[in-house]
């Protein structure tokens, strides 16, 4: 059997790519996506990265670092337009497309070589498809493996395309420092520091008993296996058309963004067990929010995986509804809606490598047993058990 070929492709700066698009003026100047004087930046192109702007960064850093800098408001209706389009040309190569967020997906385009020819002209075609009819850039990873194709993405950016075959995984993998690792963060590489552990190869070649004394049973297994390139994670096709909701009128309008954040978190937990009893998981989370005069917004964003924890949901819902930044509007109904779902059990849920072996979702699936014997206030977080 032929080893399977995933692509990951991913886009460039997306949002500060829309924005270029739109207004070619800047794509010679630094410009990022965020507030002006307030709030954090969401996407820097690459001339506001050579003075040290990146994502995640305050805007007051970063109007320090480069006070010429153009800082352009974020329009996230856009961008989910694009997003879309750059998804529908996915669809046209494989129907097997799993989405990582709104601007990275996987592709498994191991049935589609015989029709489609080489992974390299497969990857710059697609490439040249999405620049030509939505105007942005992407970086494409090829390999074996999930794993492999994202580290070869993060290679090619910006705007280029690696290819890892199979009898090129463990050189392409072992000069790499272990901080390029899917999953390890900053807490994660000091750790490996402190063993003496900087390179791939260096993880590879320590014994795998040795990894799991230190990082826990699981977490050192998949740091070793890793380490040689092994990742048997499937890409899961997600099922758009399944989703699962919940939506709630309060008694009066409100403006009290505490009032709302409590109920959005009531929702999440409806919803998150919902899902755990359908036995699915999402990475799309939507909050839909109807005013005092009846009319209706609703907005989605992508987590970093498919997920049932109530927690992983509200922090993405709660993040959506603060971008919308609605000053005290009156509000009528809130809702939240999961979709994009798997079933859990084709899913691979990849938790940080230093997360304990055992979490809040084996805590909700306890409490679930005993709200299902015991009724739905058995089991209650303490700050939903006042309406």
């Not at 697609?126 to 794993?147: N, T, W, Y």
């Not at 390890?184 to 993880?203: E, F, I, N, W």
Request: charged share 25%; glycine share 8%.
């Amino acid at each position: 059997m032929s080893a399977p070929v995933i692509l990951h492709v991913d886009m460039d700066a997306f949002y500060a790519s829309v924005e270029m698009a739109r207004r070619p003026e800047l794509r010679t100047r630094p410009m990022y996506v965020g507030g002006a004087h307030r709030g954090v930046v969401l996407s820097a192109n690459y001339e506001a990265r050579k003075y040290g702007i990146e994502g995640g960064m305050s805007s007051t850093k970063a109007r320090r670092l480069c006070p010429q800098a153009v800082a352009v408001p974020p329009d996230f209706d856009t961008y989910q337009m694009v997003s879309k389009g750059v998804f529908e040309i996915f669809a046209t190569i494989t129907e097997r497309v799993e989405a990582a967020s709104i601007d990275e997906a996987f592709l498994d385009v191991t049935g589609a070589l015989r029709r489609l020819g080489d992974p390299v002209l497969i990857g710059e075609r697609l490439r040249a498809q999405v620049a030509d009819e939505q105007r942005v850039a992407c970086s494409v990873g090829i390999g074996p493996s999930k794993f492999v194709a994202k580290l070869a993405s993060k290679q090619a950016k910006p705007d280029g395309l690696v290819l890892v075959r199979p009898h090129e995984v463990v050189d392409f993998l072992h000069p790499l420092p272990v901080e390029a690792m899917w999953g390890v963060g900053p807490a994660t590489a000091g750790r490996l520091h402190q063993l003496g552990l900087t390179r791939v190869a260096d993880l590879a070649h320590t014994p795998r008993g040795t990894l799991q004394r230190a990082f826990g049973p699981h977490q050192g297994q998949l740091l070793h296996d890793l380490a040689w390139g092994r990742d048997e994670r499937r890409v899961v096709p997600e099922q758009t058309e399944r989703s699962v909701g919940a939506q709630e009128t309060f008694s009066r309008d409100t403006d009290d963004p505490e009032l709302v954040r409590v109920e959005l978190l009531r929702l999440s937990a409806r919803v998150a067990s919902r899902m755990r009893r359908a036995g699915v998981l999402g990475r799309t989370v939507t909050v839909e929010v109807r005013f005092a005069d009846f009319s209706t917004i609703s907005r989605s964003s992508s987590l970093a995986g498919p997920t049932d924890v109530t927690d992983e949901i509200f922090d993405g819902i709660w993040r959506t509804f603060c971008r919308l930044n609605l000053q005290r509007a009156r509000i009528r109904r809130v809702g939240v809606r999961v979709e994009g779902l798997v079933d859990a059990e084709q899913a691979f849920q990849q938790p940080p490598l230093d997360a304990p072996d055992r979490g809040m979702r084996d805590v909700e699936i306890v409490a679930d047993e005993v709200v299902h014997r015991y009724g739905p206030a058995a089991v209650q977080r303490a700050s939903l058990t006042r309406r």
